[in-house]
């Protein structure tokens, strides 16, 4: 189990945004909103918000600003064994070549939402899983349903990293 080092992130205040993005009528699609659920359940530190998103560029737009670290949680396809751990900057990933909205991979809609917003985080991680699938359905495969608390020990990890950051000012308005 991963312990969120309370001290050291209580001398500062970091705007940490976690987006799940997913449907819950796709199957493993649906995973990142299954460890936002698990998430909801630790005493997480002050300053981390847990926000489930679509995948409408306009909607993440207004979620991806105000924050000094974003880690956004998805099901990647990467051609990895189904259950898989991935962990990518933002770089790393190749864009889509679709412009729909359906068929844009999570980098894209990212940099997307990242090219008209006016604050931007100072780091952003993209944490995920490769799905078994992502056809119609209401339940996690098996394979992935038993992967959830490790991407949730994943995220926990991130937030730690996440200290190393030199905060934004507090708001006092």
């Known amino acids: 189990m991963v312990f969120i080092d309370r001290i050291h992130?209580?001398?500062?205040?970091?705007?940490?945004?976690?987006?799940?993005?997913?449907?819950?009528?796709?199957?493993?699609?649906?995973?990142a909103l299954k460890v936002i659920d698990k998430l909801r359940s630790v005493n997480?530190?002050?300053?981390?918000?847990?926000?489930?998103?679509?995948?409408?560029?306009?909607?993440?737009?207004?979620?991806?600003e105000g924050c000094?670290?974003?880690?956004?949680?998805?099901?990647?396809?990467?051609?990895?064994?189904?259950?898989?751990?991935?962990?990518?900057?933002?770089?790393?990933?190749?864009?889509?070549?679709?412009?729909?909205?359906?068929r844009m991979n999570t980098a894209t809609l990212i940099k997307l939402a990242l090219t008209l917003a006016s604050e931007k985080p100072k780091d952003i991680v993209i944490i995920g899983l490769e799905p078994y699938t992502v056809d119609p359905g209401e339940n996690l495969s098996p394979r992935i349903e038993g992967g959830i608390d490790k991407l949730v020990e994943e995220v926990l990890r991130e937030i730690n990293r996440g200290k190393?950051?030199?905060?934004?000012p507090i708001s006092t308005t």
């Not at 530190?45 to 560029?57: F, H, K, M, Q």
């Not at 190393?164 to 934004?168: D, E, G, I, M």
């Open 68 to 102: 000094d670290k974003l880690i956004v949680i998805d099901a990647i396809r990467a051609g990895a064994p189904p259950g898989t751990i991935h962990k990518l900057g933002l770089d790393s990933i190749e864009p889509s070549r679709s412009i729909t909205l359906h």
């Open 164 to 168: 190393r950051l030199n905060p934004s």
């Open 44 to 64: 997480l530190p002050s300053g981390v918000e847990l926000i489930e998103a679509d995948r409408n560029p306009y909607r993440l737009l207004s979620e991806i």
């Open 9 to 31: 992130l209580s001398k500062l205040i970091l705007k940490i945004k976690i987006i799940a993005l997913g449907s819950i009528a796709s199957s493993d699609d649906a995973l």
